[in-house]
Every structure is written in C-alpha cells, then in structure tokens.
C-alpha cells in the first residue's frame, strides 16, 4: 500500500509561482520503483495529465499545457516528488493531484493522493 499526501497549493496571482510537494508512505522509493504523476481537474472538467517521471528520473513527460512552464523532479532519498510550476494562469486552477504507478505508468496509476487546490488569480 502506498500513501500519498500532497501539500505546497495555494492562492497565487497570475504569473507567479507554486511548488508542489507529493510525500509517499507504505513503499518507498528506495525500494520500489514507483513511477509518479502528477494530474489535475477543473471543477466540471476531467481529470488530465500533466507530468509523470519514472523511478529513475530518466523519463520525464509533460503535458503540451505543463511544457516550458512546469517541472517535474523527484528524491527518492526523501520519498517526495514535486512539480515546480512557473508563469501560472488562470486556467491552472484546479486540484492538483499526485499518482503512483507500481506497475509502470502505462500500466496505469494505481494510487492517488487527497489533492492540493491551486487557485490562480488574474
């Protein structure tokens, strides 16, 4: 079983800046190799990716909305993954969750965090 607990979302104008922190339970990173993700959803909207890195940092994706503006990192050491998110707009806002793939993300996610909302102002 693995926990996830995400933590870092706020209010934040837009054009500012928030990071995203993803604390992982149960299994940890040193000794499964968990691929994360991290996704959101709009009230009324579905849920989309927006970033995912394997366990070991060598395979990093990004959504076309996240590219150039977000970055995924994690530490294994600390069991945290993170999502810097720069040059916020408006339609970031949503409840950001993080994900975890003890299969292998194309084997889909199997755990999810509570969520951390992001709200960006304009």
């Known amino acids: 079983q693995v926990q996830l607990v995400e933590s870092g979302g706020g209010l934040v104008q837009a054009g500012g800046s928030l990071r995203l922190s993803c604390a992982a339970s149960g299994l940890t990173f040193s000794k499964y190799p968990l691929d994360m993700g991290w996704f959101r959803q709009a009230p009324g909207k579905e849920r989309t990716f927006q970033a995912s890195i394997n366990w070991s940092s060598a395979q990093i994706l990004y959504s076309d909305s996240a590219t150039g503006r977000f970055t995924i990192s994690r530490d294994n050491d600390k069991n945290t993954v993170y999502l810097q998110m720069n040059s916020l707009k408006p339609e970031d806002t949503a409840v950001y969750y993080c994900?975890?793939?003890?299969?292998?993300?194309?084997?889909?996610?199997?755990?999810w965090g509570q969520g951390t909302q992001v709200t960006v102002s304009a």
């Open positions: 994900a975890a793939a003890l299969w292998g993300r194309l084997n889909g996610y199997d755990y």
